[in-house]
């Protein structure tokens, strides 16, 4: 899932007006998560948190509009660091700066996904680490570093002794759970294994009672095009950006 095509732009916004679509944690899903099901991993207190570094990059605040917010990101990440930042629309205080965002897009799933367990698929832990690291270095799917795996369930199909494919869970804001480290070592690319993999993890979300999303570059049309082909769909478009605190207090 690593095909792009940076001439074809990200489909529009939808309409908004359905509860699901409008479901307001979808719109910071990284604080849902932290303050929910990843609060036993998170740093921080109850304006901004984060997860630990060896766990994933993302971090988030309870609301840009709070005044205390600014010296809460300091206190977590401290001076001349980088946070996730807000849209563009929120000024920033004397000292902060604002990095280059990212495009991306949120997707939802609808009642056209339909997953199902694959026979094939092997439930990965701490000892497929090295493995899962190696591959994702390779296939580029998004960040994964060494404790990743502890933020859900990840599984893989393997293929002539070696890592084939994997997916796995990643943000878990309340009742969704984000699809992500959607992986195929090129040498087995072509065989469906991702779609298999996605698939899984959808079905065991499904299980749980939570509805699947997931986060995209919007320049990866190839991989948009086959979430929307399984039964995703465009919820946003998203400016991943980010801010760096002040060089000195």
């Known amino acids: 899932m690593a095909s792009t095509d940076a001439d074809r732009p990200a489909p529009d ?3 908004p007006g359905d509860p699901v679509l409008d ?27 984060r997860y630990p570094a060896d766990v994933s990059p993302f971090a988030a605040v309870r609301s840009w509009a709070d005044p205390g917010v600014w010296d809460a990101v300091i206190d977590l990440v401290g001076h001349g660091a980088e946070f996730p930042g807000p849209t563009e629309s929120v000024a920033l205080p004397p000292g902060w700066e604002r990095g280059e965002p990212f495009e991306g897009v949120q997707l939802i799933e609808t009642e056209r996904l339909h997953g199902r367990p694959d026979d094939e698929a092997v439930v990965l832990g701490a000892a497929d680490v090295p493995e899962m690291l190696d591959l994702v270095a390779r296939a580029q799917p998004g960040p994964f570093l060494p404790r990743t795996y502890e933020l859900g369930r990840y599984v893989g199909i393997r293929r002539d002794g070696h890592l084939a494919a994997m997916a796995g869970e990643r943000l878990q804001p309340a009742g969704w759970t984000e699809i992500s480290a959607v992986a195929t070592d090129e040498r087995y690319r072509g065989q469906g294994l991702a779609t298999r993999l996605v698939l899984d993890v959808v079905h065991h979300v499904h299980r749980r009672g939570a509805r699947a999303m997931l986060h995209a570059s919007a320049g990866n049309t190839g991989a948009i095009r086959l979430y929307e082909s399984l039964g995703f769909t465009l919820r946003r478009r998203v400016a991943f950006g980010s801010v760096r605190t002040p060089v000195s207090g």
């Open 23 to 49: 479901d307001p944690v979808l719109d910071n899903p990284a604080w849902s998560a932290l303050v929910g099901a990843h609060a036993h991993l998170a740093e921080g207190g109850d304006l901004a948190r």
């Open 13 to 15: 916004n939808p309409v």
